[in-house]
């Protein structure tokens, strides 16, 4: 379980959270939201890059999300993903519950 | 729940683009992997490898593209979909199947939703007026069986004025009205209603005002008398004129106010009445007169009385207020001494019960033969649905192979059970769809048939059997118990049981299992119990009516008409009018085909009745059933003249009170002696009649009951001013020439008489058993239909086993088993199942036909005849139903069976 390249793999639900994340600053394609979360985290995190869309289309149907279709930056027809409010009060919580989350299993992780 | 509710609308929409949906899918996976070939060639993999790595990178994009197909999926509603489709191809597939199910679900639905919106209609349906739930209903207690509906004048005035538990007291009384016309007056429907009617009922008028207590007084308000109007009476009568508020209307020769019109939807406080007119109660004396109600105190019960409650009073509440006032109002009403004791004795008092509903008599005249009527449609309705999941069930028998594949290659039973459903759903939902359809049409026959012309009611009643919220509500109630009831049974059979036997067995001719299959059976067997409960209700139903029938009335009703005439309100009185009625006699009898003519004042079985008390000399009172009758009654009547003579012109007052009396009236005054030229006195009037004549016996209240005693007195020597009388013409041939023939000689003679009506004395008699000849014929109906739908069933499912076991019999013949053994076999299954059958439905039927027992007349519950002939009945449909596929069976070529499979 603990192999090598299996570091970066995501704990299921994280990456609904992940999403939820990349599209706080605005309105993103699902390849801008593979590619911020591998730089925010420093190309620690990855994911088979075709998982990203059932969670994407998950988070639309649970209303979360909102989908359009638009130009993409290199003017092509691209589907962009944009925040519900219900979609950020999710992220909301979910920021809460894992800073929570990371400070108990650090606690944990560093008593001696 | 909202995301929940977002997903599911999301996903419906989704149906309804699923290619666009996937096209899109696909162009947004597409745009990715473009993106990711694009950073990939900048991170400088070589072209040819682009490909692979990008792959590995995204993973597997058609296992993608159906993840996300998978999310949007609408799996339930989508393979409900597929099932209903699956099920019509079936369907469409066998059509006599389709068509048998149809039609006996349809039958059983239609007949029910039909009874169920008569039910709706009389006895369901509230009053269309604001805060129903207030409204009561008041009765008397006296004691008897049952209370009393009809209140006496000083009873409501006294309870009227009270108000600690009651907001408003009010009373009605349902009249014709007669109103002048253009040449002549005309009769009018219309109502009676007391000062705080319309107040209590919270209907706003269309124009004007509704009347208020001020007009409800001797000689109306100071503005003078009052009548509102219906918007329908506005229609036909004043063609809608806006200024119709203050014109005239001249009722009973005296001229009234329209001071109102009240919207269509408002009818009064009785659901059956359509009134066209409402006029004050006080004005009884000028719209009934020559009769006066209010004068008659005590003696004339004429009122429907309700009320509305106070708010915040409960009717147990209203009902200990009414029982302490009673006391107190009947001692107020009357100084008749005898009257109070009697009345005391029974322990006399009011109550009130909800009225939302209004008040008809209707309802409780009509209520147990609908409830019963209900019952055979239920009963109907469960045989069709037994039929259908037998039938369903043979055909899953059929079927067991390809469930059992499907089961054994991973299909859950539940998935199966859910695709079987939808079929008897499917079946369901058409055949309801075609019952309701039937329904308004079937329930307005009915509703013509229960009030045809019923005198006991007004002329121009309607009962509303609209289908409403409730009908449909109950339709959709019955569909869904019959869908479950049709298929989950077989769907459970069907799916139940080793999956490797049922493959095994499949066709094959190693079946012992079939024998022991008890529930098919069981469900045969009550489907042919249930037919017999119905087919011995039908026959004792229809014996009844044909005993009642043939009892006889005493005269001989074919041949004769009635021809009322309204005298009441025109000129003549006494000797004049006397005269007048013999000038319209005579040119009556000059019509074609006319034999003789006469008169009565009441029509015998019209559910009118006037009594008498008379005393021989010495001899205790009796009271007699009375009417007044003109010259040669008795021989246009065909009543037998035992002793005595007929009724002549010159029997006037002036010339000596006579009376004639039937046979049982002579007995019991004169009991062994001559009643001929004796003497009896009328014990309230103290007079001294005559005797003239002993005629014979004849019904007069009621088909039902045996002829009671009565007494004739001449029309000559009626006590009323202006008695309206019914002209009795024996007519041989058509009568309907008749009918122009007594206008025009009205218009001659009396010109400003309504138009007199004309009935047969055959729609008297039908009409006096309507609920009868009406129970009798849907249980005929239903019987008949019970015959069919079992012989459907028993046949069905006979031929479904038969065919099955192709592959047997031919073995059986092929090592020697004789055609009759085998078409015996064959028959034999069925015959069990439908002796057990009729022996349950025969206990079954016993108590069942209990409850008719108060319907019947002269037919005991128990009739012998009835009983074996509906088993007979039963027996020759059910051997004609299995004879078929025994002697098909009997045909089958051995050697083509075993090759069969």
């Known amino acids: ?17 992940l999403i939820l994340k990349a599209l706080a600053r605005g309105p993103l394609h699902g390849y801008a939201v593979v590619e911020w979360i591998q730089q925010t985290s420093q190309q620690v995190l990855k994911v088979e890059e075709g998982a990203l869309y059932p969670a994407l289309h998950r988070l639309e149907l649970r209303g979360l999300l909102q989908a359009e279709w638009g130009a993409s930056e290199n003017n092509r027809r691209a589907k962009f993903y944009q925040l519900t409010t219900e979609g950020r009060k999710r992220l909301n919580a979910e920021s809460l519950r894992w800073a929570r989350l990371s400070a108990a299993v650090a606690f944990v992780m560093q008593a001696s | 729940m909202a995301p929940a509710l977002h997903q599911f609308l999301l996903r419906v929409k989704s149906l309804f683009r699923r290619r666009r949906m996937g096209r899109e899918m696909a162009e947004e996976l597409e745009f990715h992997q473009a993106m990711l070939r694009q950073r990939l060639l900048r991170q400088g993999i070589p072209a040819a490898e682009v490909d692979m790595a990008a792959t590995r990178a995204f993973g597997n994009v058609t296992r993608w593209h159906e993840r996300l197909c998978e999310l949007w999926q609408f799996r339930t509603l989508e393979n409900f979909l597929r099932d209903l489709s699956f099920s019509a191809r ?35 349906r509230p009053l269309p007026v604001p805060h129903g739930e207030e409204l009561a209903v008041l009765r008397m207690e006296e004691g008897g069986s049952q209370p009393r509906y009809d209140f006496c004048t000083p009873f409501f005035r006294s309870l009227e004025a009270r108000h600690d538990v009651f907001a408003d ?21 219309g109502v009676l209603v007391s000062g705080q009617f319309f107040r209590a009922l919270q209907t706003a008028p269309l124009l004007g005002r509704y009347l208020t207590p001020e007009d409800d007084r001797r000689g109306g308000s100071a503005a003078g008398l009052a009548v509102v109007i219906s918007e329908h009476f506005w229609e036909s009568w004043f063609n809608r004129a806006p200024d119709v508020v203050g014109r005239k209307l001249v009722i009973a020769n005296v001229p009234f106010t329209v001071v109102g019109v009240m919207p269509k939807r408002f009818i009064g406080a009785d659901p059956t009445e359509r009134p066209q007119i409402f006029a004050p109660l006080s004005a009884d004396p000028i719209i009934d007169a020559p009769r006066n109600h209010i004068d008659d105190g005590t003696h004339a019960w004429w009122l429907t009385v309700g009320a509305r409650l106070q ?58 033969p609908l409830v019963a009527m209900f019952g055979m449609c239920g009963g109907i309705l469960l045989l069709a649905c037994l039929n259908l999941a037998s039938l369903l069930m043979a055909r899953g028998a059929a079927r067991e192979r390809e469930l059992a594949t499907r089961l054994a290659i991973g299909a859950t039973r539940g998935r199966l059970i859910r695709q079987l459903l939808a079929e008897s759903m499917l079946i369901a939902t058409m055949g309801t769809a075609a019952g309701l359809a039937a329904a308004p049409l079937v329930s307005g026959a009915l509703a ?12 121009d009643t309607l009962l509303d059997t609209s289908l409403d919220l409730r009908v449909f509500g109950f339709a959709a109630l019955i569909a869904v118990a019959s869908a479950v009831l049709i298929g989950l049974v077989p769907a459970l059979q069907a799916t139940a049981g080793n999956v490797n036997d049922h493959i095994k067995d499949g066709q094959h001719a190693r079946q012992p299992y079939e024998r022991r299959k008890i529930l098919p059976r069981l469900l045969l067997a009550s489907e042919v119990a249930l037919a017999l409960v119905l087919v011995v209700s039908a026959g004792l139903l229809a014996t009844s009516l044909v005993r009642l029938f043939k009892s006889g009335v005493g005269f001989d009703p074919r041949g004769v008409v009635n021809i009322a005439f309204s005298m009441d309100k025109q000129q003549l009185e006494g000797d004049a009018l006397m005269r007048l009625y013999q000038q319209l006699g005579e040119g009556l009898s000059q019509q074609p085909g006319v034999k003789s003519v006469s008169f009565q004042f009441i029509v015998p079985l019209a559910h009118l009745h006037w009594t008498g008390r008379y005393s021989a000399r010495g001899g205790s009172p009796e009271i007699f059933d009375m009417n007044s009758v003109g010259p040669n009654y008795f021989g246009t009547m065909r009543i037998p003249l035992f002793q005595g003579r007929e009724f002549r012109w010159s029997d006037t007052k002036t010339s000596g009170l006579k009376i004639i009396l039937n046979q049982s009236a002579a007995k019991l005054l004169f009991p062994g002696e001559e009643a001929l030229g004796r003497l009896v006195t009328n014990v309230q009037e103290q007079s001294s009649y005559e005797v003239v004549a002993v005629v014979g016996d004849t019904k007069y209240r009621d088909m039902r009951a045996p002829a009671a005693p009565a007494g004739y007195v001449p029309m000559m020597q009626d006590e009323q001013k202006k008695p309206s009388l019914s002209a009795v013409v024996r007519v041989d041939g058509p009568q309907a020439p008749l009918a122009s023939a007594a206008r025009s000689l009205a218009a001659r003679l009396a010109p400003s008489i309504p138009e007199p009506t004309l009935t047969t004395m055959d729609e008297v008699l039908n009409n006096s058993m309507s609920a009868e000849r009406m129970m009798a014929l849907l249980a005929v109906f239903f019987a008949g239909c019970a015959l069919l739908v079992t012989a459907i069933g028993l046949y069905g499912t006979l031929a479904y086993a038969t065919a099955r076991r192709t592959n047997e019999i031919g073995i059986r013949m092929a090592l020697g088993a004789q055609r009759t053994r085998v078409m015996a076999m064959v028959f034999w299954e069925n015959a069990l199942v439908a002796a057990a059958g009729s022996g349950a439905g025969l206990v079954a039927a016993l108590f069942a036909s209990r409850v008719l027992a108060s319907f019947l007349y002269g037919t005991s519950p128990r009739d012998p005849w009835v009983l074996l002939g509906s088993v007979a009945a039963l027996t020759i449909i059910a051997s004609a139903a299995s004879l078929l596929p025994a002697l098909r069976a009997a045909r089958i070529e051995p050697m083509a069976a075993i090759r069969y499979e």
Do not use: C, W
Request: proline fraction near 3%; charge should be negative; avoid cysteine.
């Open chain 2, 90 to 124: 079936l369907l469409r597939k066998s059509p006599g199947f389709t068509a048998v199910a149809l039609l006996t679900l349809a039958l059983g639905v239609g007949a029910n939703t039909a009874v169920f919106s008569l039910i709706n209609g009389l006895l369901l």
């Open chain 2, 169 to 189: 007291v009010f009373a009605y009384n349902p009249d014709t009205l007669q109103v002048q016309g253009r040449s002549a007056n005309e009769n009018i429907h």
């Open chain 2, 448 to 459: 013509a048939l229960l009030t045809s012309g019923n005198s006991s009611l007004h002329f």
């Open chain 1, 1 to 17: 379980m603990l192999r090598e390249e299996n570091a970066g793999e995501l704990i299921q639900g994280t990456l609904e959270m």
């Open chain 2, 311 to 368: 708010p915040g009073i409960t009717m147990a509440q209203a009902n200990a207020s009414l029982f302490t006032v009673s006391g107190p109002v009947l001692h107020e009403a009357s100084d008749d001494s005898s009257f109070i004791v009697d009345e005391e004795k029974g322990h006399f008092h009011f109550a009130a019960e909800p009225g939302s509903r209004g008040f008809t008599y209707a309802r409780l005249l009509f209520r147990r």
